[in-house]
């Protein structure tokens, strides 16, 4: 790589056409202007400039090599001009959230992204510990979480909450001993299960799922496709549990039966990116929709 201080050199020596000019410009001495000159056509292998008692003229070489260096000139020119211009609605956002709730925000991204053209958001569905490793590691910008996350690690902020539901067939007796009923259907796994299940049953203030054993209870199916995970149990197959939007936008709830326990469930939805992470102007507006659906 060309050094860039001998090409400065070079470059100010061709605009001025003078030695002494380029050395009073780039406050150097003269002798440190030939130095450079003489390193510069070193490295590339050429003679780039003929000199003419005190004046030069360029080589072929030496043009191709000026023409470069404001080429570079002008490359870092646009680069910088790009860095310092930071538009609200143009660039690449990236968010990841559980599946249930990208039923919800998918739409109203796209009708972000319709308004905006020059915007684009990047949506992933995951699970809550794969949304943090990939914030933590710079994969995705923001994720939207259920739990409270590690503040030495992440910057939180709360969005707002939804209800969690158990979902069952609809042709199932609720007003039955529920817990018996959950082991006989069996379980309808999904990749956030595992987070929702045992909240669910510790917060509903029903005692016959309170004192179930979770690991006892079979499973009758699993699917990781959030748009998927209601069928089987619209076909009279197992139950599992959700939150409300995902249950909403359900094609076919008609077939569902949504269990009212003594005390509705509510999970809190956090808006977390990685500590002392400075996102761009875009991240605003994205933010706004964000804060506006969750409300």
Known sequence: ?????WLNTFVTLIDTGHFTKTA??????????SQHISKLELACGFSLIRRHNKSFELTEQGLLVYNHAQSLIQNEKELLERLAFDDPFSGICSVACSGALALNLYPKLLELQRKHPELVVKLKASPNQQILYEVQQGIIDIGIVTDTPNENIFEVNQLGQEELCLVLPKHVNTNDEIGLRLNRLGLIEHPDLSHYLPLYFSHCQESSLKNLVISDIPVVGFINQIGQILQPIARGIGFTILPKSA????HDSRLLNVFKPRKTVIEALYGVKKKNRELPE???TLNSVLHNLMM
């Open 247 to 250: 249950i909403d936008s359900f």
């Open 1 to 5: 790589m060309l050094n860039p201080v």
């Open 24 to 33: 009073e410009r780039l406050y150097m001495t003269q002798p440190g202007v």
């Open 282 to 284: 875009r991240y605003g």
